[in-house]
């Protein structure tokens, strides 16, 4: 199994609602990660999982929230959003977190804050 | 930062090579150069890695000079599917934590 698996593929959500974004994979893999793409953009690292540990933050909004219950799962949570947080969302995971790391990605989750 | 840059777009038409070349001036020594292809609305795929020389798989090449300050993703015979953002990655370290920012990329539109 080389997937990574995101649901839902698409959400809509006011701004006052709590949603909650989910990653799996079944490779075995220890580092996972959240990037957030707009359109036409490359995708932005948000979050950074090591060994089931939060490696690296790049100064995301606290309205986002990332989790970790396992190896297998990340979580992103979603609170208060705004319109501009409308992006697709994606993860990613790869073995390790060393300089040869293979990104894999799941096909994202097309997010919209109305 | 292990910034890279590339060209914007590029066009080629069908059966042509294509090579793409991305500079990575401050890449850390232990870090490899990884290049991911993305189309719309999906995630990015792994293409090919490589450290030094010329790697080649059975989608690409990659060529590393000695001094890695640069790579070339090279695509023999593209075809329409070929049409994508193309990025190329390096990584940069926060401690024993490795960051991995994509720059800009390059759409390459293959034309009939």
């Known amino acids: 199994d080389t997937e990574v698996t995101q649901t839902p593929k698409h959400l809509v959500m006011g701004m006052t609602n709590k949603k909650s974004l989910k990653c799996e994979q079944h490779?075995?893999?220890?580092?996972m990660y959240w990037y957030k793409q707009k359109a036409k953009k490359p995708p932005e690292l948000m979050f950074v999982?090591?060994?089931?540990?939060?490696?690296i933050n790049e100064s995301v909004p606290s309205r986002f929230s990332p989790e970790c219950p396992n190896s297998s799962l990340l979580n992103l949570h979603l609170h208060a959003l705004q319109p501009e947080d409308s992006a697709l969302y994606l993860c990613?995971?790869?073995?390790?977190?060393?300089?040869?790391?293979?990104?894999?990605f799941g096909s994202g989750t097309q997010l919209s804050v109305l | 930062l292990a910034k890279t840059t590339q060209p914007i777009s590029m066009d080629s038409y069908e059966g042509q090579e294509v090579n793409i070349t991305c500079s990575h001036n401050?890449?850390?020594?232990?870090?490899?150069i990884t290049w991911y292809q993305q189309f719309p609305s999906q995630g990015p795929r792994f293409i090919i890695q490589?450290?030094?020389t010329k790697v080649t798989n059975e989608v690409a090449s990659l060529f590393i000079p000695a001094d890695r300050k640069s790579s070339t993703l090279s695509l023999p015979r593209v075809s329409l599917s070929d049409t994508a953002v193309y990025y190329c990655?390096?990584?940069?370290?926060?401690?024993?934590?490795?960051?991995?920012?994509f720059g800009s990329g390059t759409q390459l539109t293959v034309l009939p």
């Open positions: 990613a995971s790869s073995q390790g977190a060393g300089g040869n790391e293979k990104l894999f």
């Open positions: 490779m075995g893999h220890r580092a």
């Open positions: 999982y090591s060994y089931e540990k939060l490696s």
């Open positions: 401050n890449i850390a020594t232990n870090d490899y």
């Open positions: 490589g450290y030094k």
């Open positions: 990655l390096v990584g940069d370290w926060q401690g024993s934590a490795r960051q991995l920012t």
